[in-house]
């Protein structure tokens, strides 16, 4: 016997993403994550509309449902978000990458909230989702955007809201894994998207 199991979890992700102005004004509309039965919320909350939520499970061939990490990774709210962007994925590339969860086949959850088109991942980042998952959909990503740029309009901080989900195993690629994107076709607008996934 090797120990594994023949059980897979049965995962929903529920993410919303909206246009916002400047002043905030709104709390975050944090991800829906649930595993099973079992609503997955960090015990901390965001201190941000703009963010990600992060879950790392135990390889579910060998544990059933052991989340080792769980939290929400903020964009800092100040009214130029240019720099502040880079801040949050460094810090969430650092703190994923060198915890000692990122072993080959855990799973890493990733759902984006809040975020606008031109806040994609930056190039390091990029490179570490493509090898623990992500696939075309992070590309079309990374091919569609204007990163940094933000409205000339100083009554609008954040526009052309998208979603990005990420269902992957640490050092398998995009195999196996389930990822979506969807960008809203309304620069002010709002877009909800879900993805329901087995692992």
């Not at 990458?97 to 890493?108: G, M, P, R």
């Not at 526009?159 to 990822?179: C, K």
Request: aromatic share 12%.
């Amino acid at each position: 016997m090797d120990g594994t199991k023949d059980s897979s979890l049965n995962i929903y992700i529920k993410a919303q993403s909206q246009a916002t102005k400047w002043p905030i004004e709104v709390s975050a509309i944090p991800p829906v994550i649930t595993i099973g039965s079992q609503n997955i919320t960090p015990s901390v909350p965001p201190t941000s509309p703009v963010g990600y939520q992060a879950v790392i499970l135990a390889d579910p061939r060998y544990s059933s449902q052991t989340i080792l990490f769980n939290g929400y990774f903020n964009l800092d709210v100040s009214q130029s978000w240019y720099n502040n962007y880079r801040k949050m994925y460094d810090t969430m590339l650092n703190e994923i990458s060198c915890s000692q969860y990122s072993v080959q086949n855990n799973v890493l959850i990733l759902c984006s909230f809040g975020i606008g088109n031109n806040i994609p991942p930056t190039a390091s980042m990029y490179e570490y989702l493509l090898t623990n998952g992500s696939g075309s959909n992070l590309t079309y990503w990374e091919n569609h955007c204007d990163p940094g740029s933000q409205m000339s309009n100083p009554d609008w901080w954040m526009v052309l809201p998208v979603n990005y989900i990420l269902v992957g195993r640490f050092g398998s690629g995009p195999v196996g894994s389930y990822e979506k994107y969807e960008r809203s076709p309304d620069w002010y607008g709002q877009i909800v998207t879900e993805l329901v996934c087995s692992i």
